[in-house]
């Protein structure tokens, strides 16, 4: 079974920093992407950061400059650096990978809290 565990969340003050890992496990194979996804109270999922296999990255523009996504795909690893957080920052991250060779699936992990409160 496929497994993926987010690590790293808890509380920062505004303008502090936080990094967040997510390793994969389990029978998963030939990973194309990693990303980061967050959802926040009341409010929809969304995509923070992607990082594929090609190495480009895509932001969402809330954070844009402020968080960097990087990783190893082929060790299964993806790691988001936050930096000069805000408190809408705060959310449930949530670590996604994709995989497959044709047909592509999906696994998610079960989130960290990150909360950005004085």
């Known amino acids: 079974q496929v497994q993926l565990v987010e690590s790293g969340g808890g509380l920062v003050q505004p303008g502090g920093s936080l990094r967040l890992s997510c390793a994969a496990s389990g029978s998963i194979f030939n990973i194309k992407a990693m990303g980061w996804y967050r959802q926040a109270a009341g409010k929809q999922r969304e995509l923070v950061a992607v990082i594929p296999r090609d190495g480009s990255t895509k932001y969402a523009d809330s954070v844009k400059g402020r968080f960097t996504i990087s990783g190893d795909i082929d060790a299964n690893t993806v790691y988001l650096q936050m930096n000069s957080l805000k408190p809408e920052d705060t959310a449930v991250y949530h670590c996604?990978?994709?995989?497959?060779?044709?047909?592509?699936?999906?696994?998610w992990g079960q989130g960290t809290l990150v909360t950005v409160s004085s």
């Open positions: 996604n990978a994709v995989f497959g060779v044709v047909t592509y699936r999906e696994s």
